[in-house]
């Protein structure tokens, strides 16, 4: 089964603007989770979807949402982007409870 | 909220020697993880171990989820071990959804 995958891989955008970030689950994996992770922060959950509902939410501004499709591919958007948006975003799929698996990632600098 | 604290934050090594990481947990969790983050970022899956142990060539890992600890052990480490592991849990008892809680992770350095 090929693994998950994440795009764009790297992106720089100015403050201010809007980005889109795309993550595609492994096969049959219904729930899709993001995460940042950040120098000073480490690793933070953003939000889970499952079957196309955010079912769990962490503790970010509501400039950050997301959504999923009917083919659990997912996508998170960020608004107005700041400085401090700067980060690795990773997104995770899991069949059922199990484990987690990660993709890539999609770097993102804010200039 | 659940409190994940891993020890050491850095460990350098020479090739060939063991280590012990350490993962901490501050309530009950129903999922643990251990991963190796590549240097392009990547989480690598390790292991999948909420309890007991299992092995994987020169990793195994340990779970005592009574006691709320993890450990991680490499033996005869190589320089491709290099990078950071992180623990990460789940707690018991969440209605839906999942959250994944990491620790500060261990720097690993092994040289030649």
């Known amino acids: 089964k090929a693994g998950v995958t994440q795009t764009p891989r790297y992106l720089i955008k100015t403050r201010g603007q809007q980005v889109t970030l795309s993550c595609s689950p492994i096969?049959?994996?219904?729930?899709v989770s993001w995460y940042q992770q950040t120098p000073g922060q480490g690793l933070q959950f953003l939000f889970e979807?499952?079957?196309?509902?955010?079912?769990n939410k962490g503790n970010f501004p509501g400039r950050f949402s997301g959504r999923q499709f009917s083919n659990s591919r997912s996508e998170m958007n960020v608004s107005t982007l700041e400085l401090g948006d700067s980060a690795l975003y990773l997104c995770?799929?899991?069949?059922?409870?199990?484990?987690?698996?990660f993709g890539p990632g999609t770097r993102l600098t804010v200039t | 909220g659940i409190q994940v604290e891993q020890s050491p934050p850095d460990l350098i090594l020479q090739e060939g020697a063991n280590s012990t990481l350490r993962c901490n947990f501050s309530?009950?969790?129903?999922?643990l993880q251990w991963f190796h983050q590549n240097p392009w970022g990547q989480l690598i899956n390790l292991f999948y171990?909420?309890?007991g142990t299992k092995q994987n060539g020169r990793l195994s890992a340990t779970t005592v989820a009574t006691e709320r600890y993890s450990l991680l052990y490499i033996s005869s480490s190589q320089t491709t071990d290099s990078g950071v592991y992180f623990c990460?849990?789940?707690?018991?008892?969440?209605?839906?959804?999942?959250?994944?809680?990491f620790g500060k992770g261990t720097t690993l350095s092994v040289s030649s």
């Open positions: 995770a799929s899991r069949w059922d409870a199990y484990e987690q698996y």
């Open positions: 096969s049959g994996h219904r729930s």
């Open positions: 979807y499952f079957s196309e509902t955010q079912r």
């Open positions: 309530d009950s969790v129903n999922n």
């Open positions: 171990i909420p309890s």
């Open positions: 990460a849990v789940e707690r018991t008892g969440r209605q839906a959804g999942t959250a994944l809680i």
